[in-house]
């Protein structure tokens, strides 16, 4: 069975999940086409992202002028379909925080991608991210005849949903991937009801470079090493987990903090370190790749994630899975996953007095406790996140079997 994958940005660091979906889905039997707008120029550190980047049709590798005549056409081979995705386009502009021009742009993209697929002979399209990847996605579905889903891990969907028009993105598809419950939950506050049905969950999974079997806790060290995996930006709250850690240390306990990610707080964050005189005891580790993300996970005593906003980090679920303790936020998904001093500690966002007392709490945590967390987290990611389980349930929506 051929179908198309269609992504804002393939391949990327943070992207790995949808490379193991893709990967799995090949290994069902499907024939998977890569369609990504961007990414054909992006410096890759992983072997099989480049082996993917190379796999890769791209969108906008010769310029926005090169759409004109997918676009033209459609405007004359198929002037009602046309017209119909054309309508909707501009109505996709309403309340959108981009103007008329972009939606226009999108519809020459969606031209481009049904030809992808119509030159596949693609049974179907899938999207990540219902922003305007899953906009493109339903034009192009319009356009060629080919129904299409979309997987949608928020939080930016849940930020501007009316914008996004997720209503009518989920009306207009065969189904919709929702990565939690709680994921799930919001796409119904935004769907017609008679839609809700159309919403599946389907987690984010790991592959056997992660699930290998019940992992070994952490060395004991008298330092405790703790690991922050993510974008250095305001929802991820890298800042007050700084504040912590200095009160942490403030109050005599020895603890190394690594920042794994780049990202448009850099300079807020270096700053702080500077003027709180951290350099000992945090380090940045700007970008890096998949397998340098596990090696530090490896090197860590615990995974901490301070977060304001989050779909389901896999970053938490890789943790989990080679041993290592999460101490996360109470938001969004990330309860589905861990339950508190089982899996790892749980703590209110924005707080963060409730940060340094989780901090202190793991430090001071007796090793027995810290096995049974490493033993109870392996188990329940590789139950809930095993790719080859999650990539079977989307092939069966794929395929339209209940």
């Avoid at 309340?95 to 481009?112: D, K, N």
């Avoid at 596990?294 to 989050?310: K, R, V, Y």
């Amino acid at each position: 069975m051929d179908i198309t994958y269609f992504i804002n940005q393939y391949p990327k660091v943070s992207h790995t999940f949808i490379r193991r979906e893709i990967l799995e889905l090949e290994n069902n039997g499907f024939k998977v086409q890569r369609v990504s707008l961007r990414g054909w120029d992006t410096e890759l550190k992983d072997s099989v992202d480049i082996k993917e980047q190379a796999k890769t049709n791209y969108v906008l590798s010769s310029g926005l002028a090169t759409l004109f005549p997918g676009f033209l056409k459609f405007f004359f081979s198929s002037p009602t379909k046309f017209a119909k995705a054309l309508k909707l386009a501009l109505k996709m502009s309403k309340m959108s925080e981009r103007g008329m021009f972009y939606h226009i742009v999108y519809l020459m993209e969606a031209c481009t991608l049904a030809n992808y697929a119509k030159a596949v002979n693609s049974s179907h399209i899938h999207a990540h991210f219902g922003t305007n990847s899953t906009e493109v996605t339903m034009l192009a579905s319009i356009l060629s005849g080919i129904d299409y889903s979309f997987t949608v891990h928020g939080p930016e969907e849940f930020d501007k949903p009316l914008g996004l028009h997720l209503k009518e993105k989920i009306s207009h598809s065969k189904f919709v991937v929702a990565i939690t419950s709680y994921c799930r939950s919001q796409l119904f506050r935004w769907a017609d009801f008679k839609d809700w049905n159309k919403v599946k969950i389907v987690h984010c999974g790991l592959d056997s470079n992660f699930l290998k079997g019940q992992p070994a806790p952490p060395v004991s060290n008298h330092v405790k090493k703790l690991l922050c995996i993510g974008r250095l930006c305001e929802q991820k709250g890298q800042l007050l987990l700084l504040k912590a850690l200095k009160k942490v240390l403030d109050e005599g306990e020895n603890v190394e903090l690594v920042l794994a990610g780049d990202g448009e707080m850099r300079t807020d964050i270096d700053v702080y370190i500077a003027e709180n005189s951290l350099q000992d005891n945090v380090k940045i580790t700007g970008w890096i790749s998949s397998n340098e993300v596990h090696d530090l996970l490896l090197q860590s005593d615990a995974m901490i994630l301070p977060s304001f906003a989050e779909g389901l980090p896999v970053a938490i679920m890789e943790a989990l899975a080679v041993g290592r303790p999460v101490l996360a936020t109470y938001i969004a998904g990330i309860p589905e996953l861990i339950t508190h001093n089982k899996q790892g500690v749980l703590f209110h966002a924005g707080d963060v007095i409730a940060i340094k007392k989780a901090i202190k709490s793991f430090i001071n945590m007796p090793e027995e406790e810290i096995k049974n967390m490493v033993s109870s987290g392996y188990a329940s990611v590789n139950e809930r996140h095993n790719i080859v389980t999650e990539a079977k349930k989307l092939a069966l929506l794929i395929k339209g079997d209940k």
